[in-house]
């Protein structure tokens, strides 16, 4: 982390974080870049949608009530009351609101998927979640 006050002398220091990122082959640097965070893509594989459903999320063989956050194709953000740890597998089963993907009726997708992040917000845990595969169930 850099240290910058921004103004010129006499002026509080405020952080200014940046990332170094080291090429190394051998016993040597080769080359180093440094990258403000402002440069760095957003790395999400895709559009994330606000839906709130509430969920169960199986994992270790129990069950846990939840909500979602944001869903996208590739994961989704839970708020539930308990800690599941970073490297976990779960799977949930979300039924999707026939209004907002344009079908007839509610649609339930099955979806396993890998815990990418689990942190505390209030008293409660949110859960950042990858989902590796899904399927369509028959209603």
């Known amino acids: 982390m850099l240290w910058s006050s921004g103004r010129g002398p006499g002026h509080r220091f405020r952080p200014r974080i940046t990332f170094v990122i080291r090429t ?7 080359s180093e870049t440094v990258i403000a965070p402002s440069s760095i893509p957003d790395l999400r594989c895709g559009v994330r949608f606000p839906l709130r459903l509430a969920i169960t999320i199986r994992y270790n063989g129990q069950e846990f009530p939840a909500e979602s956050q944001n869903i996208s194709s590739a994961g989704a953000l839970f708020l539930l009351d308990q800690f599941i740890p970073a490297d976990s597998t779960i799977e949930f089963i979300m039924a999707m609101p026939a209004g907002n ?13 890998r815990v990418v992040r689990c942190s505390p917000v209030g008293n409660r845990q949110e859960l950042a979640v990858i989902i590796d595969e899904y399927r369509f169930l028959r209603s």
Do not use: F, P, W, Y
């Not at 190394?24 to 080769?30: D, E, K, N, V």
């Not at 993907?101 to 998927?113: E, F, M, S």
């Open 101 to 113: 993907i344009r079908a007839g009726k509610d649609v339930l997708v099955n979806c396993t998927g």
């Open 24 to 30: 190394i082959r051998g016993s040597g640097i080769c």
